[in-house]
């Protein structure tokens, strides 16, 4: 799948298997970005060191941080992620029309008036707009802090890094 030597879920050891194992018990699928760096161990670590810090964010719950990665893997085009933040939205009852809101840049049912903000603002970073100290005013009085806007940014961009990775990485028809 990669052009560098990466471990495979069935095949992983050390640090891999300890990281898969988080999704493997969960019956979820190894996410095929993380199998990538497994081909650096010590950053395998650090990549995974971050998915748990958002597995316990406080504010940002598991279905908006998925949301957060399907809009970021929309704009990149990244479509294995695509595929896995819908099957886990999908999971988590949110709709096929919630699913083509999010992406249209629609408010979504699902989520709040201020979960919805924060998505356009996470959107807009994505397409490398400023964002302005009225919109950071805005969505700190819908109950956001400034760490929660950030988190929430940072989850999204940190998809477009991975995403170049995934793409100069993978054999062709992958």
């Known amino acids: 799948m990669f052009t560098l030597a990466y471990q495979t879920p069935e095949k992983a050891a050390g640090v891999a298997a300890d990281v898969y194992q988080h999704f493997t018990q969960k019956r979820s699928p190894v996410p095929a970005p993380l199998q990538l760096m497994s081909a650096s161990p010590g950053l395998l ?52 029309q919630d699913l083509a809101d999010l992406v249209a840049g629609k408010p979504v049912e699902a989520f709040n008036e201020a979960e919805n903000a924060l998505f356009t603002t996470v959107s807009r970073v994505l397409d490398k707009q400023k964002i302005t100290q009225e919109e950071v005013a805005a969505l700190r009085n819908l109950g956001w802090s400034d760490s929660d806007v950030l988190d929430a940014c940072a989850q999204a961009t940190n998809m477009v890094g991975t995403a ?8 062709p028809g992958t």
């Open 45 to 96: 670590e650090v990549f995974f060191t971050q998915i748990k810090y958002f597995m316990k964010h406080q504010a940002l719950s598991f279905p908006m941080l998925a949301a957060i990665r399907l809009l970021a893997a929309q704009k990149v085009c990244f479509d294995h992620c695509t595929m896995l933040n819908r099957m886990w939205l999908n999971k988590t009852g949110l709709s096929e």
């Open 164 to 171: 170049y990775l995934f793409e100069a990485f993978s054999t």
